[in-house]
């Protein structure tokens, strides 16, 4: 996946975009970490979706919906969550489609995410 662009669509390579952020290297923003959550729900990668959880809004684990395809991020608006803030709220839409009896279907799914982090200095968290 090194090669291949960002499935956040920044148009940049994940390595240099969100795969920074999948090796360790924390999000300068709630729009940058929305959107390698983005791409964790992308290559099903629960451990990072955990990591990157408020725990007090964290599940236990998660379960992936292996027949849904996701087809791209849509940010449309974006409330603080900036390097100077501690509260963000990023809306979004992910679009996806699924098989039904005749094909595939696509739908989106909308969210106003909220995140939050103690201090400028410490990583930006999902919230809800």
Do not use: N
Not at 92 to 115: I, L
């Amino acid at each position: 996946m090194s090669s291949l662009l960002c499935p956040c669509g920044t148009s940049l390579p994940f390595i240099s975009c969100c795969g920074r952020f999948h090796a360790g290297e924390p999000p300068e923003t709630a729009e940058q970490l929305m959107r390698s959550r983005y791409c964790a729900f992308v290559l099903r990668d629960a451990a990072y979706l955990l990591r990157t959880w408020d725990p007090r809004t964290r599940p236990a684990t998660l379960d992936f919906d292996d027949s849904l395809v996701w087809q791209g991020l849509e940010i449309v608006r974006t409330v603080r969550g900036q390097a100077e803030d501690t509260l963000g709220m990023v809306h979004f839409r992910a679009h996806y489609r699924f098989p039904t009896e005749t094909g595939f279907s696509a739908d989106v799914q909308e969210e106003r995410s909220k995140f939050t982090r103690e201090s400028t200095d410490s990583q930006w968290l999902y919230l809800d």
